[in-house]
């Protein structure tokens, strides 16, 4: 029998979140985006030391910082059959919403939203295939430069969240 290389249920690449409140973090998890825990470990201090969740296809792994780390936020993004209704569904759980969904000029339709640990996910859906040539095109559009103005002006990440300005 031969081992392989990746495990069964897991992709190339596993993201890590290093959170404040990992269990916090899951029960959000599980309220915005239908995540299945898979693994929750607590150490003899009580921090978690690895636990995982399962969102759609895709693994997420994550862990309690220590106390002396700086913030270090995730970035993930979601692939969902329906960004708004995800992106509502995860405000409704407690997150932010930094921008509504959007369509922009690259096919897809995309918002952002931030949990209560401060780690942000791009929640998008795609709703049309096109050619390199269209999205050029695009680019020089009034209504999605537009649309990319907005999406890139939002303030994801305000100093005072972290204490550094």
């Not at 495990?7 to 890590?16: F, I």
């Not at 942000?120 to 020089?140: A, C, H, K, N």
């Amino acid at each position: 029998m031969s081992v392989k290389p990746v495990p069964e249920g897991y992709s190339t690449v596993t993201p890590w979140i290093i959170s404040r409140n990992t269990v916090q973090l899951i029960d959000y998890t599980k309220r915005a985006f239908g995540a299945e825990e898979l693994a929750c470990l607590a150490g003899k201090d009580g921090a978690i030391e690895h636990a995982e969740v399962r969102i759609g296809d895709s693994v997420v792994m994550m862990f309690d910082a220590r106390p002396e780390w700086p913030p270090t936020p995730g970035f993930l993004r979601l692939y969902v059959e329906d960004a708004d209704a995800v992106h509502r569904q995860a405000v409704a759980a407690g997150g932010t919403s930094i921008t509504e969904v959007t369509h922009l000029f690259f096919g897809d339709r995309v918002g952002r939203v931030r949990d209560p640990l401060g780690n942000l996910y791009w929640i998008q859906t795609r709703v049309e295939d096109l050619s390199p040539q269209e999205m050029e095109r695009r680019i020089g559009d009034p209504e999605f430069t537009k649309a990319m103005e907005y999406v890139q002006s939002a303030d994801f990440f305000p100093a005072r969240q972290f204490n550094l300005g």
